[in-house]
């Protein structure tokens, strides 16, 4: 991690400054605000700003938010003013860390505010062979595509490759392309010019630039529009970029990683993609299963994350009851680690006898886990369907029979490959060359992102 300490380092702030050190953050300094957001602009980057509560917070804040420069800020100062401390807070600091330091509080505050530390939590063979291909190829320079669903941890992997490839040393800068407005994305990624709009009251570097000598993430890269897909080709083939405004290109040294939880090859036939940056993307491509297709995952993760929640909220840690594994262990988790980590942080509030029992877990909506396998039932239901179905085949050919009985079997297991190839006899492997038989003369196929039973 980056950190950026802003202020005068005497006493107790340099104290502080070796404690974050030690806990593993990379650590440079400026005394002043100004220097503070003059190094941002110039591409020195930061994922966190330390910054002694005598100076301008406020100021700091909305200098950087006025040229988009998003640095969450954690105050500091000597002595526990809760008056200043919650004026720091009020001025728009994540949070306070009194001094004289304490190690402890650092590293929280600094693992709370910039959580970059994900360490890869893997058990189920399925992800095991993702993680193998990608210790494979992260030493190269090659571009890797990561797809999909939401919430499987694509940039986790994406840090993994990161840190097990030469440029470990390097900046890891990830830029999510759905969640910047398209007229504020080229700036984001390519930097701008003193005056090349209405705002730009100075050089702004890119994350291009940041990112130069490390690795670039594209994340959620199909939302970009086609217009700003041109001139990311051109930066990814040429290696070098132009500044918004600027008069001449700037060479860059990057990896390109990109994320994506859509089909771009359906992106590239609907148009919306251009079909040379996907073959420039996609060198080779790491596809994350489901959480509900690495079941020897979820355990190991549950547990993580108890671990994680009981010491961020300082309760004990508490194991899970048996009928609570059995549960987390039915359930299809439609979105994936991200849900997984989420229910396992409310029931570790939730919690207060000796174990995590099932009704501490609960949905987003309040609702407990249910007892019964979701996937079990869309199964029965589905066989249920096919077999009446089956009843009204007299008078087609065997062709069309077999076809109407796949396609109406799938859409009963909401998309679900696997479970469709159970209840019809038949191998994956068989029903997707059918599949593609299929959808290659024209005819619909249920996609398999239909619903939370869904197969990757």
């Not at 957001?37 to 005598?54: F, K, N, P, S």
């Not at 998003?70 to 105050?75: G, H, L, M, S, Y």
């Not at 609702?367 to 019964?372: I, Y």
């Not at 060359?433 to 239909?450: H, R, S, W």
């Amino acid at each position: 991690m980056r950190l950026l300490v802003v202020g005068k380092l005497n006493g107790q702030l340099s104290t502080a400054v070796k404690m974050a050190m030690s806990a593993g953050a990379k650590v440079s300094h400026v005394e002043t605000i100004a220097a503070a957001t003059h190094a941002l602009r110039a591409g020195q980057g930061a994922d966190l700003m330390m910054v002694d509560y005598e100076l301008d917070i406020a100021m700091l804040i909305a200098t950087n938010e006025a040229e988009r420069i998003r640095v969450p800020v954690v105050a500091c100062g000597v002595g526990a003013d809760a008056a200043r401390a919650a004026a720091a807070i009020k001025a728009g600091a994540k949070e306070f860390i009194p001094l004289p330091p304490d190690a402890e509080l650092i590293a929280a505050v600094l693992a709370a505010v910039a959580d970059d530390n994900r360490p890869m939590v893997v058990r189920d063979p399925s992800m095991q062979a993702v993680i193998a291909m990608a210790d494979q190829i992260a030493p190269s320079d090659a571009s890797i595509l990561i797809t999909g669903e939401s919430g499987v941890g694509k940039e986790v992997i994406a840090r993994h490759v990161h840190q097990k490839s030469r440029r470990a040393a390097r900046p890891f800068i990830s830029v999510n392309c759905a969640a910047i407005p398209e007229n504020l994305l080229e700036s984001e990624l390519f930097g701008h010019e003193k005056g090349a709009f209405t705002g730009a009251v100075a050089r702004r570097i890119g994350k291009f630039e940041e990112a130069n000598g490390g690795t670039l993430l594209l994340d959620e890269i199909s939302e970009m529009d086609a217009r700003l897909q041109a001139k990311l080709l051109r930066a990814i083939q040429e290696r070098e970029i132009d500044r918004v405004g600027g008069m001449k290109p700037v060479k860059v040294d990057i990896r390109i990683l990109a994320t994506s939880n859509r089909d771009l090859a359906q992106a590239v036939r609907d148009g919306v993609f251009r079909e040379d940056l996907l073959y420039r993307l996609n060198v080779v491509n790491l596809r994350i299963p489901s959480l509900r297709d690495r079941p020897g995952d979820v355990l190991a993760l549950a547990e993580f994350f108890i671990k994680k929640y009981a010491r961020a909220n300082g309760m004990p840690e508490r194991p899970l009851s048996a009928e609570a594994k059995r549960r987390l262990a039915v359930h299809r988790w439609p979105g994936n680690v991200r849900e997984l980590e989420n229910a396992m942080h409310r029931a570790v509030l939730m919690a207060s006898g000796p174990e995590i029992e099932e009704d501490a877990i609960r949905l987003p909506d309040g609702q407990p886990l249910s007892s019964v396998d979701p996937g079990a039932r869309a199964a029965q239901v589905a066989s249920l369907a096919a077999e009446t179905a089956s009843r009204s085949y007299v008078g087609q050919t065997v062709a069309a029979v077999e076809q109407q009985l796949i396609i109406d079997t799938l859409e009963h297991c909401l998309g679900n490959r696997t479970h469709a190839a159970n209840i019809l006899g038949i191998s994956i492997r068989t029903l997707r060359n059918k599949l593609k038989e299929y959808t290659d003369a024209g005819i619909a196929v249920p996609p398999p992102q239909m619903g939370a039973a869904s197969a990757a």
